[in-house]
């Protein structure tokens, strides 16, 4: 089966501007997540959603962060304004339907963003 | 507070030697513990969870309950084997809690 798929792989912005991650999930995997890894540190969850509705968003800075899963299928992540803090990589997950299934999370090759 | 804690940032062995990757967690129900692998420019996959009681690749891991540890283990380890290896705690909320990770380096 297809993998999780992210995009852009890389992303380098100034501090203020905005910012857009995609994902698509693996066909049929109803839950999805965004993590955020710091260079060092493990990744931490950000929001999760289930089909199109959000389970828990309460890791989100939704002063500069939002997140949206339309249809159910593909979610983007946004930041605006961006900080230099946010520089990181940015993991998206999928699992059909939570963390009670065999395989646990498939993870996507993330997008590492710089802010400078 | 639920928290999971990898005490070593960097573990180097040399091939063959026994590999011990620890893990503790604090979490007051009935934890599910799981250990990913991230090998380099790959992505983070599942190494194994302890509901299963598996080896995979060689590594095992108990839970014990009474220390609150998770420790992944491999008698021989192999230069394959180098990779960033990170212990994850399940909670009832339905997220999966990362513990900072660990990497393994295994030197010919």
């Known amino acids: 089966e297809a993998g ?22 693996i066909s049929g995997h ?27 968003d309460s890791q989100l800075p939704k002063d500069r962060f939002s997140a949206e899963r339309l249809k159910g299928v593909d979610s983007t992540l946004k930041i605006q304004p961006a900080k230099l803090e946010d ?4 993991l998206c997950a999928s699992s059909p339907r939570g963390m009670r299934d065999e395989g646990g999370y498939t993870f996507g090759s993330g997008t590492r963003l710089t802010v400078v | 507070a639920q928290r999971v804690t990898q ?25 599910e513990l799981f250990w990913y692998v991230q090998y380099s420019r790959q992505r983070l996959q599942l190494l194994l969870r302890h509901i299963s009681r ?15 540890s998770f420790h992944l283990k491999k008698p021989f380890a192999q230069e394959e084997d180098s990779a960033m ?18 990497e393994l380096s295994v030197k010919p």
Do not use: H, M
């Open chain 1, 4 to 25: 999780v798929a992210q995009s852009p792989r890389y992303k380098i912005i100034e501090k203020r501007q905005s910012v857009a991650f995609w994902c698509n999930p």
């Open chain 1, 87 to 90: 520089s990181a990589v940015y």
């Open chain 2, 85 to 102: 290896y990170y212990c994850a705690l399940y909670n009832q909320g339905g997220k999966l809690i990362f513990g900072q990770g660990t």
């Open chain 2, 54 to 68: 598996e080896s995979i690749k060689g590594f095992t891991a108990d839970l014990n309950k009474g220390e609150t």
């Open chain 2, 7 to 31: 005490p070593e940032k960097l573990l180097s062995v040399f091939k063959g030697a026994p590999v011990e990757l620890k893990c503790n967690y604090s979490y007051s129900g009935s934890p």
């Open chain 1, 30 to 56: 109803a839950t999805l997540y965004w993590y955020q890894q710091i260079l060092g540190q493990g990744p931490k969850l950000l929001i999760q959603f289930q089909n199109n509705g959000v389970v828990d």
